[in-house]
């Protein structure tokens, strides 16, 4: 998508983007202002498909039903699709957050509404915040002197990216509540030290769990989709699992003796 008016400009851009075009990516040419609310409007679409998908989640708790079937189901209709119906602590990065921030902050200069967009910013910021109390619940309702296991820092695996990530605020909201906190990411510490104070970073997955009462997984990386639950449960004080990316299958981690709580799933389905 190319915001000009300039035929000149037209011409530039389109030979430069030839090689593209040669495999029927599709190019647009529209005004400026055009094609600046595409953006806006693409990844403000997306985040609102993954804070409808949560909130299907929090229903689906409370029914008894399978988040993921409900995805799958939904999914099979073209009009609607598969992707970004992933449940999860909410979303985070550097492009979703500002965007929708944006067109809500433009649509008010301008005298629209964008109600949908705007609730989308409001419940996907409170879901973030409120992911610390499945923690304390899992915890029978009190973390005060509990150590807590932060595994995955990042606002997604594969990058060192901290904006906007859920762990900036369940971290936090832990430590208000009493807990320590204990974590690893395999790339994002670097930056995450800058952000979090009084959290004990370390070595790996493992050292993490080393004594903790309760693990939150907060981002999916790789390594954390295949712990040893025999060598995890004999490191935790307590074989408690908040799994916020639904990693694991809940009843092989509740025959394995683990208290395992996920997202938009019953325990033991």
């Not at 994002?188 to 952000?195: D, F, T, V």
Request: hydrophobic share 40%; charged share 30%.
């Amino acid at each position: 998508v190319i915001g000009t008016q300039s035929e000149r400009a037209q011409e530039v851009m389109r030979a430069l983007y030839r090689p593209l075009s040669l495999i029927e990516t599709p190019i647009l040419f529209t005004r400026r202002e055009t094609a600046e609310l595409v953006k806006y409007a693409t990844n403000a679409f997306l985040a609102t498909k993954i804070t409808f998908i949560n909130e299907i989640a929090d229903l689906c708790e409370k029914v008894g039903a399978d988040v993921h079937d409900v995805a799958r189901g939904i999914g099979l209709d073209g009009r609607i699709g598969r992707k970004f119906l992933h449940p999860g602590p909410g979303y985070g990065g550097s492009c979703f957050p500002k965007d929708t921030l944006a067109l809500v902050r433009t649509a008010q200069e301008f005298g629209a509404e964008v109600r949908i967009v705007d609730s989308v910013v409001g419940v996907n910021a409170e879901r973030k915040r409120r992911m610390a109390d499945r923690v304390v619940a899992a915890c029978d309702g009190d973390v005060k002197g509990k150590t807590v296991a932060v595994l995955g820092t990042t606002f997604k695996p594969n990058t060192d990216d901290m904006r906007e990530s859920p762990s900036l605020d369940i971290i936090p909201a832990l430590q208000e509540k009493g807990a320590t906190v204990k974590a690893y990411d395999p790339a994002g510490m670097e930056e995450a030290k800058k952000l979090l104070s009084d959290v004990a970073w370390c070595e790996g997955a493992y050292d993490a769990i080393d004594g903790a009462d309760a693990i939150v997984l907060v981002t999916e990386w790789n390594e954390f989709r295949s712990l040893d639950l025999d060598r995890v449960k004999g490191l935790m004080k307590k074989p408690v699992m908040v799994d916020l990316r639904n990693v694991y299958d809940p009843q092989a981690m509740v025959g394995a003796g683990f208290v395992y709580k996920s997202i938009g799933r019953a325990e033991g389905a």
